[in-house]
Nanobody, 121 residues
Framework: QGQLKESGGGSVQAGGSLRLSCGVSGYIGRRYCMAWFRQAPGKEREEVARIDIYDATRYADSVQGRFTISRANAENALYLQMNDLKPEDTAVYYC???????????????WGQGTQVVVSS
């Protein structure tokens, strides 16, 4: 099975930017959809953005226009560019892989360990 490892989290003031990276290793390849999830304290984990095997993307309404998901297959990497960050974006962010089954399923097959993002007002 493949492995995912996030990096790039940290603390930033509202209005600032961060770029999260996810290193992909093992059997996870081009036939996997990739996604970013986040979990804020006391809240359920939610999907933030996903990218399918054709590089089509989808975003949660709360981040549309501010976040950009991208993948670099040659580098075995997934990215999340986060701009105009808000305090409500504070959460642990997780990278996830979803095996393509003719469609991208809802539930990931592989999770990273997460990286903390804190946005102060």
């Amino acid at each position: 099975q493949g492995q995912l490892k996030e990096s790039g989290g940290g603390s930033v003031q509202a209005g600032g930017s961060l770029r999260l990276s996810c290193g992909v290793s093992g059997y996870i390849g081009r036939r996997y959809c990739m996604a970013w999830f986040r979990q804020a304290p006391g809240k359920e984990r939610e999907e933030v953005a996903r990218i399918d095997i054709y590089d089509a993307t989808r975003y949660a309404d709360s981040v549309q226009g501010r976040f950009t998901i991208s993948r670099a297959n040659a580098e075995n990497a997934l990215y999340l560019q986060m701009n105009d960050l808000k305090p409500e974006d504070t959460a642990v962010y997780y990278c996830a892989a979803l095996e393509y089954l003719g469609y991208c399923p809802r539930t990931p097959d592989v999770w990273g360990q997460g990286t903390q993002v804190v946005v102060s007002s």
